[in-house]
Each structure stands twice: as C-alpha cells, then as structure tokens.
C-alpha cells in the first residue's frame, strides 16, 4: 500500500511516497540479529521508530516536509534535518517519547548512510533498554497526539450471510484482495478466527493463564487473543487497514464471545468507537509496549477507525446460536444470492457423474416439477450435464413444492426452508470427479435435510436410491423429475 503525503517544498508541489524506503528501513532493523540468533530490535520497537520518522514532527513548525522518511540518502537528511537536534519543540517531543525520535533518526541516518548490508549501531530509546520498563508515570502535560493520532476512516463492519456454498468467504477474499493484492502484505494485515459452541471470550480477547518459566515456577500473565494482537497492531500503525475475519459468526455464541467489546461496534463519524470501555486486562497488554503506554494507562480501550470487522454467517445451520438483533444492528448485514455465474469454467464442465442414455430434454419432458425450468434452461442453451444445471434444477423444485405447499395451506414451518438450497461452492471441482464422494455428500443431504417430506422427490428409503442411482449407474438427473 502506497502511503501518499502531498505537500509544498522549495516553491514546488510534490507527493511524497514513503512506502518502499519505510518498508526497506524496517526490513533492515528485523534483520539486525545477536551473535546467537535473537532480534536485535524488536517488533514494537521497530512500530515505534517507524512512526516516530513519519510523524512525530509534525508540530515543527519550521520543518517543511515533516515526514522524515522523503529523504533518501544520508546528506540530504543531514543538511535538511541537521538543526532540528537544536530546536526546543523537537527536544520537547523526543523527551516526551523517551528518546524514541532522536533514536529513530539516528537508526535511519546509519542505514541511508550504510545501506541494507550494514550492521545497525546498538541505538535504543530508553523503554527499550531492558525488558522491564519500570513504572512511569503519565504526565498530564504530556503531548498523548504524539504517541498516537486517529485518521479518520469509514471502517467496515460486515457480515456476508446466505446459503451453503453461495460464495461468502469468496466475497471476503475479493474485498481484501482489493485492499491488498499482495498476499505477504495482506498476512500482516488480517486476523482469521472461526466461532464454534467452545470458543471462549478468552479465546478471542485474551485471558490470565498461568505461565511456567525457569526464572518463576508459576506466575500468571495476560494472553491476548487474536481480537488483541490485532487490534494492538491497528493502533500501532493508524494509516494501515486491519482486517479481523470471523467466519461462522452463528456457530459461536457471539453476544459472550465479544463480551464487554459488544460496546465498542458502535461507531463514531470518524470510525472510531464512540462509546470506550475500561478493560484493565487490554490496557495493562497494550501498555507493556512503552510506545502505547500513555494510551492506555487508565484501561480504557476503544476500537480506532482502521480496524475492520467481516464476518461470513451460514443461514442453513438450524442448530446452532441466532444472533440477536442487537447485535445484527451493529454490523452491515450483505445478502450472498445463489449465482452459478461466478462459478470457474471447470466447475462448469460436463462430467461423468451427471451422464446418462437419454437427452436432458427427453429426461425432463413429462415432468410436472422441473418441466418448464428445463424447457427454459434448454432454450437458453443452459440445460447441460453439469454441476450448475443439477444445482439449478434443485432449487427450483424447493420453490415449486414451496409454491404447492403453500396453496395447500401448508404452515411456514412446514415449508423448505429457502438456505437449503444449493450454492456453487457447495461442492468443491474435486468432488465433481468422483460419483461416490458427491453421491455422500449432496444427494444424502437432499434427501435428509432437503426432500425429506416431499411426496414427489426423494421417495423410498435412502439405501434404495443409493443402489439405483449411486452403485447401479441410473441416470441422477430422473431422481429430479
């Protein structure tokens, strides 16, 4: 992602693009390693010294070009930036984050000067100088936008809900592709978490567990859970989009797994949460950074406006948590309709599974349930020997025998449920290839959890239509008749 700043230096107007020279410094800083292998700067530090060049002098006045990452070589840093040791502002900030800027600027000279092979001189700020960074006081007078400054966004809080195999993680993928297309990038920026009966607040927040070292034969620490790394990360680089991915939001109790978060989902104009909360637990875990410690000393924790919520929601499982509306209120709710048109081309082919002796047509021309869609599908050129037109053809007679029940007087629950029906993916291309391996898995489920009660389809117990039609070889297409 390219990080654009546009300004006036010398007379002229100019972007600024620092992504590429931020990335190689940061690069060069991880790969800085002891003698027996350990990370000379660790990956807060380097957070820290990454954001100090970016941002932490933007209340210089006399500096033109505030983020220090435009200059790319040693003398131009130098001769731009050589006063600024002297000004009282920039002494002021650097005090205030603990040398972390003058640091920073040192690191950075080293590498323009050196290049990406050299090795990085032992340069710390104070937090960083031993593992415990003792108990400093927050100072009222202390300048909390230096550490950390919002930039609004519009954050997304979604969830793709519809049928099995309708394509919600596939709209997942295409949404955060398009924010990240490259894929090592994209890793650093998303969270993947998948909700089930067991999954715990602890699970996904973060909780006290006990730890075994052999300095301390038990203490007890802070864990933090996927939802806590990446909402530490977010606040750690506020330009950046995060991602957390909850797939099968409904098979996990929500409303418990969020917990005291439930209050966060509410969103300000600017993104962030309008309303925070005192978590004593997150702030001690994000204030262990010194980077983050004026933040959060009080505990209080809110969700900044680049952090992202996507979550993907099976309407088809019966038997698992609802989700209330409270909760629905809170999130964008995008419906995934059934389209074999984004199926690829070789899920779209003819194969072996679906053969048989006699013409679609013919299969179909005395049908009273699928009669007509055929006719239509066959007009279209769409009535083929494959994976959609079989799909096709199923759920038009869950709406057809819908449609009877109904003039019968049938009740609500009495009908098939409409997320029963087949999405594309709910198969996967392998699947197509072997008659056993679908005939197990789609037509025992339409016949269980489909046509179990319909008085046209599906008729005869289960062991006979898996003797006709997945060991004797008739043709899968009549049991659609």
């Given at each position: 992602m390219r990080i654009g700043l546009k300004v006036t230096y010398k007379g002229k107007n100019m972007e600024i693009v620092t992504t590429e020279i931020e990335r190689a410094f940061r690069s060069w800083l991880k790969a800085q390693l002891y003698g027996d292998g350990m990370r000379v700067f660790t990956d807060n530090e380097i957070s820290a010294y990454a954001y100090a060049l970016r941002s932490s002098c933007e209340k210089v006045e006399q500096l033109s070009v505030k983020n220090l990452f435009y200059y790319r070589t040693a003398e131009d840093l130098e001769r731009e930036t050589g006063w600024l040791k002297l000004d009282p502002v920039?002494?002021?900030?650097?005090?205030?984050?603990?040398?972390?800027?003058?640091?920073?600027?040192?690191?950075?000279?080293?590498?323009?000067?050196?290049?990406?092979?050299?090795?990085?001189?032992?340069?710390h700020a104070a937090f960083y100088l031993s593992g415990d960074s003792g108990d400093i006081a927050r100072k009222e007078t202390s300048p909390v936008e230096f550490y950390y400054r919002e930039i609004p966004m519009k954050p997304i809080q979604r969830v793709y809900y519809g049928a099995?195999?309708?394509?919600?993680?596939?709209?997942?993928?295409?949404?955060?592709?398009?924010?990240?297309?490259?894929?090592?990038?994209?890793?650093?920026?998303?969270?993947?978490?998948?909700?089930?009966?067991?999954?715990?607040?602890?699970?996904?927040?973060?909780?006290?567990?006990?730890?075994?070292?052999?300095?301390?034969?038990?203490?007890?620490?802070?864990?933090?859970?996927?939802?806590?790394?990446?909402?530490?990360?977010?606040?750690?680089?506020?330009?950046?989009?995060?991602?957390?991915?909850?797939?099968?939001?409904?098979?996990?109790?929500?409303?418990?797994?969020?917990?005291d978060i439930f209050q966060l989902l509410d969103r300000g104009p600017g993104g962030k949460s309008e309303y925070a909360i005192v978590n004593r637990d997150l702030g001690a875990y994000f204030s262990r950074d010194p980077w983050m410690k004026n933040i959060f000393y009080d505990g209080m924790v809110w969700l900044p406006s680049n952090f992202n919520i996507i979550a993907t929601m099976n309407t088809a499982d019966e038997n698992i948590f609802v989700m209330d509306t409270a909760f629905?209120?809170?999130?964008?709710?995008?419906?995934?309709?059934?389209?074999?048109?984004?199926?690829?081309?070789?899920?779209?082919?003819?194969?072996?599974?679906?053969?048989?002796?006699?013409?679609?047509?013919?299969?179909?021309?005395?049908?009273g349930i699928n009669g007509e869609f055929a006719r239509r599908l066959a007009a279209r050129g769409m009535l083929k020997r494959n994976w959609g037109t079989f799909a096709s053809l199923v759920n038009n007679a869950i709406d057809a025998e819908n449609l009877e029940g109904k003039k019968m007087g049938k009740p609500h629950n009495a009908l098939i449920a409409e997320n029963k029906k087949l999405g594309p993916f709910f198969v996967r291309p392998e699947e197509l290839d072997n008659a056993d391996v679908f005939f197990n898995k789609v037509i025992f489920y339409l016949k269980q959890d489909v046509f179990c009660d319909s008085p046209g389809l599906f008729t005869g117990s289960f062991e006979d239509i898996y003797e006709k039609y997945g060991k004797g070889g008739s043709d899968i297409f009549e049991l659609l008749v």
């Open positions: 920039y002494q002021e900030i650097d005090k205030a984050g603990n040398g972390t800027l003058s640091a920073a600027v040192k690191l950075y000279d080293h590498y323009l000067m050196n290049g990406n092979d050299s090795t990085a001189p032992e340069v099995p195999g309708t394509g919600k993680s596939y709209s997942v993928r295409k949404l955060l592709e398009a924010e990240y297309p490259d894929n090592a990038e994209l890793r650093t920026h998303i969270k993947r978490v998948i909700f089930h009966p067991a999954y715990t607040y602890g699970d996904f927040v973060g909780a006290i567990k006990p730890l075994i070292s052999l300095e301390r034969p038990l203490d007890y620490v802070f864990v933090a859970g996927p939802f806590a790394e990446l909402l530490k990360a977010a606040f750690l680089n506020p330009e950046e989009k995060y991602y957390l991915i909850i797939e099968e939001i409904n098979r996990g109790y929500a409303p418990a797994i969020f917990g629905k209120r809170r999130f964008e709710l995008v419906y995934v309709p059934i389209d074999f048109e984004i199926l690829p081309e070789d899920m779209k082919k003819e194969r072996a599974v679906f053969y048989g002796a006699r013409p679609l047509t013919e299969v179909f021309e005395n049908s």
